[in-house]
């Protein structure tokens, strides 16, 4: 009986678990058997691997061998095991030395003909394998631009069996090492110059930008609502290192990333169909559940077009995670925590019939009231921008109007943001939208002057407290935008004025 054990790393949510593999050879009529827990796809390794092996001019054991992968208790799925697996059946047949594969994990998924093909998730199990005290990994060679963003770790990256062979047998030059160079960005976002008009709805935007804060705008069709909520992401400022390193590892488990640039640096904008299922937006699936839209835009943009056309069930199902800033989700396997702090952009049109002017409108009151209704009150509650956008009255623009472009605007909202950030650095947050009201209320109260207009709201009826305290978040936005602080009584009317005055009616 001979034994050997290599290393992997399983999947869970947006993290990873290290998994030991080990082989057995003999004690049985030849076969194969996995143990640990494997799904239907770990499973079928068996024969993808003996396949790979036997094809790529090595010899499988003409005995039984049983793989078992270690915590047994763990539910383990995908084909990202199937490297590891072939590996340990090698050196425990002898046809690798062991000690070439210490402190060294093992991804990448096995063709029949011993290719290696790339797997979901190649960032977030890295990094959890750095943290285990792992010092190399060997990964298919189309995943090392992603793998090479784990720093401190020694990445190679193999196109073949065959190579990760070679390698341990002592050919140094068999596997390939991450090529050096600057990351590449993305696409910029769109130009905010592009909007013709609108300097109420601009004005919104950069306000929500600048305190990180979510936005609704109502109005007709093609009046811009779209082009603005598209041109959000580039207003704000670039993702630091750990935030889009966050980014990138849900965005890998999702199967998503780029893969000439991995790292996501640019606020991501995630857009959803109207017709998306709970599930899509939320996350779910079989076994284990994946991310969906929400954590997919997080530290980013979820722009929700048509949001009056989603069903509410799905516009319900936002309402925990804009509070808490992550979404939990329990599947027959167990429950798995994706990020998902975003920043939601609502855009709708005021009835069903949507003409171009609402005076056209066919619609009954009843009719308006219930597409409306889809907005419900906590839901709106939630959003502390609300802009009403206007047909624009121009085509062309005038010669003397000059509209900002991204650029200026930007460097105002990162002013605001640096002016918040150091207000907050003491407790921890970056944006205004991120601090809870009692935080707010104890050490920043507002003047009492200026919160004259919010006691008034609360005793009409017309403010909630949640409101109330998401008006004191907005007015300090506007503040840190005018360079002023505190919030003056004007800060205040015009928090209200967002919050109150917009909001969509029959």
């Not at 399983?10 to 993290?15: F, P, Y």
């Not at 704000?236 to 790292?263: K, Y």
């Not at 609502?346 to 009954?364: I, K, M």
Request: glycine letters at 8%.
């Amino acid at each position: 009986m001979v034994l050997a054990k290599v290393w992997s790393v399983a999947l869970h949510g947006a993290d990873g678990v290290t998994v030991e593999v080990e082989a057995d050879i003999g004690g049985g009529k030849p076969g194969i058997h996995i143990v640990g827990l494997p799904d239907a796809a770990l499973n079928e390794a068996k024969d993808r691997v003996r396949a790979a092996v036997r094809n790529s001019g090595l010899r499988w054991p003409d005995q039984l061998v049983t793989l078992a992968l270690s915590p047994a208790d763990l539910h383990k799925s995908g084909s990202g095991y199937d490297l590891a697996l072939a590996v340990s059946v090698l050196i425990a047949d002898g046809r690798a030395p062991a000690e070439r594969f210490a402190g060294t994990v093992l991804l990448g998924e096995l063709a029949l003909d011993g290719r290696l093909r790339s797997v979901r998730g190649v960032l977030p199990r890295l990094l959890t394998a750095r943290r285990g005290g792992h010092t190399r990994a060997i990964v298919p060679r189309s995943a090392l631009a992603e793998a090479s963003l784990v720093d401190d770790l020694e990445i190679l990256g193999a196109d073949r069996l065959t190579d990760v062979v070679a390698w341990a047998t002592g050919t140094a030059d068999a596997l390939s090492a991450p090529e050096p160079g600057a990351e590449r960005a993305g696409d910029p976002p769109p130009d905010l110059a592009d909007v013709v008009g609108q300097p109420d709805a601009r004005w919104a935007l950069e306000v929500a930008a600048a305190g990180g804060h979510h936005l609704l705008l109502t109005g007709p069709p093609g009046t811009g609502k779209t082009m603005l909520a598209r041109r959000l992401p580039g207003l704000l400022p670039r993702l630091p290192r750990e935030q889009a390193l966050e980014v990138t590892a849900v965005h890998s488990v999702a199967g998503a990333l780029a893969a000439d640039s991995p790292l996501v640096t640019v606020p991501p904008f995630i857009a959803p169909h109207h017709s998306a299922s709970t599930p899509a937006l939320v996350g779910g699936g079989v076994g284990l559940a994946k991310p969906g839209a929400i954590s997919r835009a997080h530290n980013g943009v979820l722009f929700l077009d048509e949001a009056c056309e989603f069903a509410a069930d799905r516009l319900e199902a936002l309402r925990t995670a804009l509070e808490e800033g992550e979404v939990r989700l329990a599947r027959r396997d167990g429950v798995v925590r994706y990020p998902a702090r975003f920043q939601l952009v609502l855009a709708t049109n005021t009835c069903p019939c949507a003409p171009p002017r609402e005076a056209d409108c066919t619609c009954s009151p009843h009719a308006r009231r219930r597409y409306l209704a889809r907005l419900s009150g906590p839901l709106l509650d939630r959003v502390d921008v609300r802009v009403r956008m206007r047909p624009s009255t121009a085509v062309a623009q005038a010669p003397d109007q000059v509209t900002e472009p991204t650029e200026v605007v930007r460097a105002r909202v990162q002013e605001a943001r640096a002016r918040a950030a150091h207000r907050w650095a003491a407790h921890g947050w970056r944006t205004n939208a991120e601090v809870p009201g009692p935080a707010l209320r104890r050490h920043f109260p507002l003047p009492r002057e200026s919160t004259a207009l919010l006691e008034a709201g609360l005793a009409r009826g017309v403010l909630t407290a949640r409101g109330a305290d998401r008006c004191a978040r907005l007015a300090w936005t506007v503040a840190d935008l005018a360079g002023a602080a505190p919030p003056t009584a004007q800060h205040v009317a015009t928090a209200l004025h967002f919050r109150g005055h917009h909001t969509p009616t029959a």
